[in-house]
């Protein structure tokens, strides 16, 4: 069965410093990944995905993250936090192995927590 | 705008009482979902609709019930027989089903039901 981690219920973090925040996942085929942000009391909202391609990935907000197929990991990153950037982060996977009979399902992280100070 | 609306935001309810929370997009996608967030476990899948009048079951279906007759709408029933319904309830919707695979989901903004 597909399944993601994220090991950190809170990374925090200096404004002005660069983040990083942790995502490592399982699947039978190749994956597809996705990262979400989540402001208190209010959906999800898309950031990022890795399809296929480069590895590093762009996304909104200055955010980027980085697809490694031998450590199974897609870390989201930023170069410099801003006390804006404080949410609560998903990571989530498809298995392309198991995208008929319905297994056309996202899997999610429990979330991370950023908190970026002044 | 195009998106995904979620009706009401805030839903109190007394114990043995069946509450439907509505969700609508007119983002022309085929495919729905219904996610329950409680703190610290993520997201978990109620149940899922790729396609007009037909939906499946996710990982977290019991006590719920879904119907999906036009494209546009796919509300959620909370019944009676859900033993601990108090949750952030979230509906997404995504792309058609030859894309599906790739396409992230929408999010609408959520509705918070609280048992009392």
């Known amino acids: 069965a597909q399944s993601v981690a994220q090991p950190e219920d809170q990374v925090n973090v200096a404004e002005g410093n660069p983040l990083t925040v942790k995502c490592t996942y399982s699947?039978?085929?190749?994956?597809?990944l996705f990262w979400y942000v989540q402001y208190p009391n209010r959906g999800l909202q898309f950031l990022l995905k890795?399809?296929?391609?480069?590895?590093l990935v762009k996304g909104s907000y200055g955010f980027e993250a980085e697809f490694n197929k031998s450590q199974t990991s897609f870390h989201l990153k930023k170069p410099s936090a801003l006390v804006s950037d404080s949410a609560l982060y998903f990571c989530?996977?498809?298995?392309?192995?198991?995208?008929?009979?319905?297994?056309?399902?996202?899997?999610f992280g429990t979330g991370t927590q950023l908190k970026v100070e002044l | 705008d195009g998106g995904i609306t979620q009706s009401p935001k805030y839903l109190f309810r007394k114990e043995g009482q069946n509450v439907t929370l509505s969700c609508e997009q007119n983002?022309?996608?085929?495919?729905m979902y219904w996610y329950r967030q409680d703190p610290g476990q993520g997201l978990r899948l109620i149940y899922y609709?790729?396609?007009?009048?037909?939906?499946q079951k996710g990982d977290i279906a019991e006590g719920y019930s879904v119907s999906r007759e036009k494209k546009e709408s796919f509300p959620l029933t909370v019944t009676s027989a859900q033993k601990n319904p108090t949750a952030f309830y979230l509906c997404?919707?995504?792309?058609?089903?030859?894309?599906?695979?790739?396409?992230?989901?929408?999010f609408g903004e959520g509705s918070r039901l609280t048992v009392l």
């Open positions: 997404a919707s995504s792309i058609g089903r030859d894309r599906g695979p790739t396409g992230e989901l929408f």
């Open positions: 699947v039978s085929g190749n994956p597809y």
């Open positions: 890795y399809i296929t391609g480069d590895n």
């Open positions: 989530a996977v498809r298995d392309d192995a198991k995208l008929t009979g319905g297994g056309n399902k996202l899997t």
């Open positions: 983002l022309n996608h085929d495919a």
């Open positions: 609709s790729q396609i007009v009048n037909d939906f």
